[in-house]
C-alpha cells in the first residue's frame, strides 16, 4: 500500500487518526466500537481504503465528533450561511455539558431565535 485513493480520503483518514490519538483510544479500540479490524482502520486513517458513510458515521459516533469536523473548517450551505468547524464544536459541547434538561431546551431556543432573526444579536453586545 503506498498510495492513497484520493486527496480526501488522506486528508479524513489523517483528521480521524489525530482525533484518535487526542482523545487517546486506540486504533483497536476504535475499530472495535466502529464494527471493522484494526487493519481496516489504519487503511482508512492512512487513506488506502475509501469510507463508506455508514462506516464514516460509526467511526464519528465512536469518537463522539460531529461529523462536520472532519468535513473542513469552513463549509458553505446553501442559500449563502457558512459552518465554522471550531464554533461549532465548541456550541455542541457547551450544550452537551448542560446537565438541566429545562436549561438546556432554553439555550437551544435561545440560537434557534438567533437564528431566525426573533433576536437581535445586536441587543447581546
Excluded at 22 to 50: F, H, I, N
Excluded at 61 to 67: F, K
Aim: proline content about 1%; overall charge positive.
Amino acid at each position: 500500500m503506498t498510495r492513497c485513493v484520493s486527496c480526501g480520503d488522506c486528508d479524513i483518514g489523517a483528521l480521524i487518526r489525530a482525533r484518535r490519538k487526542e482523545l487517546k483510544v486506540t486504533q483497536k479500540q476504535l475499530a472495535c466500537a466502529a464494527g471493522c479490524t484494526s487493519q481496516q482502520m489504519q487503511k482508512y486513517e492512512y487513506g488506502y481504503s475509501k469510507l463508506s458513510v455508514q462506516m464514516f458515521l460509526r467511526i464519528c459516533s465512536s469518537l463522539h465528533t460531529s461529523p462536520i469536523y472532519f468535513l473542513g473548517s469552513v463549509s458553505f450551505l446553501e442559500g449563502g450561511g457558512v459552518i465554522d468547524r471550531d464554533v461549532e464544536a465548541r456550541l455542541l459541547n457547551i450544550v452537551r455539558s448542560i446537565k438541566n434538561l429545562k436549561v438546556k431546551a432554553r439555550v437551544v431556543e435561545l440560537v434557534e431565535a438567533v437564528v431566525s432573526g426573533s433576536v437581535d444579536v445586536a441587543d447581546a453586545e
